[in-house]
């Protein structure tokens, strides 16, 4: 999964790029974007290395991309951009609210932008297959059926629609499969303020307007992490500053994208693996390794709150606490799994 971090040129994009992964922003991958990763910070995961003590940890990571900044009302330059955009997974939108810039316009524009994108792409294809059904072709039938799909796609965005709520029969899914449509990608709304203070009204509008957001100083807490570690409590303190606005995003970017986290932990090594919402057991084999799921046997499972809880593996289990799952069972955010492979 790679988050994409997206918006118009001075949203402060860079920033929470440099707060989220700690690394500086880098000039000569303004044009392409900047990747990097962001280490999610996980009590769990924490209080499991404390009780293995392991020799080795891996936390659960989100592979990010600091987008190129699009440029406003002047479509003609931002459509390699956009072409970058189209690579990620989901978006997170920055809009920096200082400076008298509109937050509401500037999400509505942005939303435009990426409706017409999209509009551009599916109408391109839709030409291309009515020209092509002029020509004798041995699959005239696979093409009428692509281009009748398309029809209501192209509908939908022609009214300046989102396609997030749109559910796709398999023939659009096959027809659309490779354009990566960008109003199908998740995506969540941060509003970048100049201090603690948050327009709660503005907030409000987005979020009756179907957006996920976050309304935060993010530029403000990049200083404060720049500043000597004897200082920083001090200087939060003064800028009213709570918990930390890098937590409060990381945890809403797993919200908005229905991620969990679950946890393979033994002497040798504590991990914590991300996994979309409703996986599989199987599905989660795979992700560890994927002999683990072709030699799949079953899973045995307890909740990683209930061995930190009791303090040991074997505790839990004469508690009663631990079950046997095959491959169906739906994994739950926290488990602390042991697949049993014949591989």
């Known amino acids: 999964m790679k988050i994409g971090l997206v918006g118009y040129q001075g949203g402060g994009k860079s920033s929470v790029f440099q707060l989220l992964t700690g690394d500086a922003p880098d000039l000569a991958k303004v044009q392409d974007g900047q990747s990097g990763t962001a280490v999610v910070p996980d009590a769990r995961f924490d209080g499991l290395v404390e009780l293995f003590k392991p020799k080795k940890t891996v936390p659960s990571s989100i592979d990010l991309l600091d987008t190129p900044g699009l440029v406003r009302d002047q479509p003609d330059k931002n459509a390699k951009k956009l072409g970058i955009i189209r690579t990620c997974t989901a978006l997170v939108q920055v809009v920096g609210v200082f400076n008298?810039?509109?937050?509401?316009?500037?999400?509505?524009?942005?939303?435009?932008?990426?409706?017409?994108?999209?509009?551009?792409?599916?109408?391109?294809?839709?030409?291309?297959?009515?020209?092509?059904?002029?020509?004798?072709?041995?699959?005239?039938?696979?093409?009428?059926?692509?281009?009748?799909?398309?029809?209501?796609?192209?509908?939908?965005?022609?009214?300046?629609?989102?396609?997030?709520?749109?559910?796709?029969?398999?023939?659009?899914?096959?027809?659309?499969?490779?354009?990566?449509?960008?109003?199908?990608?998740?995506?969540?709304?941060?509003?970048?303020?100049?201090?603690?203070?948050?327009?709660?009204a503005v907030v409000a509008e987005l979020e009756a307007a179907g957006h996920n957001v976050l309304a935060a100083p993010l530029g403000l807490e990049l200083e404060v992490a720049e500043l000597d570690e004897s200082e920083r409590a001090e200087f939060a303190a003064?800028?009213?500053?709570?918990?930390?606005?890098?937590?409060?995003?990381?945890?809403?970017?797993?919200?908005?994208?229905?991620?969990?986290?679950?946890?393979?932990?033994?002497?040798?090594?504590?991990?914590?693996?991300?996994?979309?919402?409703?996986?599989?057991?199987?599905?989660?084999?795979?992700?560890?390794?994927?002999?683990?799921?072709?030699?799949?046997?079953?899973?045995?499972?307890?909740?990683?709150?209930?061995?930190?809880?009791?303090?040991?593996?074997?505790?839990?289990?004469?508690?009663?606490?631990?079950?046997?799952?095959?491959?169906?069972?739906?994994?739950?955010?926290?488990d602390e799994v042991v697949i049993r492979s014949g591989v």
């Open 238 to 334: 003064e800028m009213g500053l709570g918990e930390p606005c890098r937590d409060r995003l990381l945890r809403m970017i797993f919200e908005v994208t229905d991620q969990i986290t679950f946890y393979t932990s033994g002497e040798k090594e504590v991990h914590a693996w991300l996994l979309p919402r409703g996986a599989t057991a199987v599905e989660a084999a795979h992700t560890i390794h994927s002999d683990l799921a072709r030699g799949f046997i079953r899973a045995e499972v307890m909740a990683a709150d209930d061995l930190l809880r009791l303090g040991s593996e074997r505790d839990v289990k004469a508690a009663g606490l631990q079950h046997v799952e095959g491959k169906e069972y739906v994994v739950q955010d926290g």
């Open 100 to 200: 008298g810039v509109d937050a509401v316009e500037e999400a509505n524009a942005f939303h435009d932008d990426i409706v017409l994108a999209d509009l551009q792409v599916v109408s391109n294809r839709i030409d291309r297959l009515n020209a092509d059904a002029k020509k004798p072709r041995p699959d005239k039938e696979e093409l009428a059926a692509e281009l009748e799909s398309l029809g209501p796609v192209r509908e939908k965005l022609d009214a300046g629609e989102s396609l997030i709520d749109m559910e796709f029969d398999e023939t659009q899914e096959k027809a659309c499969a490779s354009f990566s449509l960008l109003t199908r990608k998740k995506r969540l709304l941060v509003l970048n303020t100049a201090d603690a203070e948050v327009d709660a």
